[in-house]
T-cell receptor, first 115, second 113 residues
Framework: GAGVSQSPRYKVAKRGQDVALRCDPISGHVSLFWYQQALGQGPEFLTYFQNEAQLDKSGLPSDRFFAERPEGSVSTLKIQRTQQEDSAVYLC?????????????FGPGTRLTVL | AQTVTQSQPEMSVQEAETVTLSCTYDTSENNYYLFWYKQPPSRQMILVIRQEAYKQQNATENRFSVNFQKAAKSFSLKISDSQLGDTAMYFCALMDSNYQLIWGAGTKLIIKP
């Protein structure tokens, strides 16, 4: 594929449900990032992978949030027992290498609404 | 802790005019990168321009240029000859050695015909 893709684009969940958000990075990109963007705000860092290794998960808001990238390509962000405050757009980005300063290429995001 | 501040929630200019978006930041590191990203309505985030902190020369990309003032920790974006397609949210972001992007709250830019 030409760019980063995310699925689903929209997800509505009832409070307490588990959700899984998928990210397909650009082929060959080593680094993968997840961000949370609340309505009207800038994105906030959640977690970062270099290949299959999760190097930083300091931004995950609670232990209900879990991310994985088992084969170093596709990544899944899982949210257990969703709460209304989890409603946001979840952005995935990838970059070619792990070098600081590299451009991050973003997907279209998954808009999660928790009722 | 690193912070990025964008003090202009919304701006609007006429097509073909020049507009400057403001950004200030705070970091204790000497080596870092600054970015401006554009997020058009219902479309994905794309990079506009990037500046390396150790380079004194201001970055330029066609109609887009920055005024990087390291001592003042200021990083403004100038858009010349603005076009209707420039209408978007613009985010200033800082990246340090942790590879995290720290983002400002964004400026909504409207280009009027």
């Amino acid at each position: 594929g030409a760019g980063v893709s995310q699925s689903p684009r929209y997800k509505v969940a009832k409070r307490g449900q588990d959700v899984a958000l998928r990210c397909d990075p650009i082929s060959g990109h080593v680094s993968l990032f997840w961000y949370q963007q609340a309505l009207g705000q800038g994105p906030e860092f959640l977690t970062y992978f270099q290949n299959e290794a999760q190097l930083d998960k300091s931004g995950l808001p609670s232990d209900r949030f879990f991310a994985e990238r088992p084969e170093g390509s596709v990544s899944t962000l899982k949210i257990q027992r969703t709460q209304q405050e989890d409603s946001a757009v979840y952005l995935c980005a990838s970059s070619l290498t792990w070098s600081s300063g590299n451009e991050q290429f973003f997907g279209p995001g998954t808009r999660l609404t928790v009722l | 802790a690193q912070t990025v501040t964008q003090s202009q929630p919304e701006m609007s200019v006429q097509e073909a005019e020049t507009v400057t978006l403001s950004c200030t930041y705070d970091t204790s590191e000497n080596n870092y990168y600054l970015f401006w990203y554009k997020q058009p309505p219902s479309r994905q985030m794309i990079l506009v321009i990037r500046q390396e902190a150790y380079k004194q020369q201001n970055a330029t990309e066609n109609r887009f240029s920055v005024n990087f003032q390291k001592a003042a920790k200021s990083f403004s974006l100038k858009i010349s000859d603005s076009q209707l397609g420039d209408t978007a949210m613009y985010f200033c972001a800082l990246m340090d050695s942790n590879y995290q992007l720290i983002w400002g709250a964004g400026t909504k830019l409207i280009i009027k015909p």
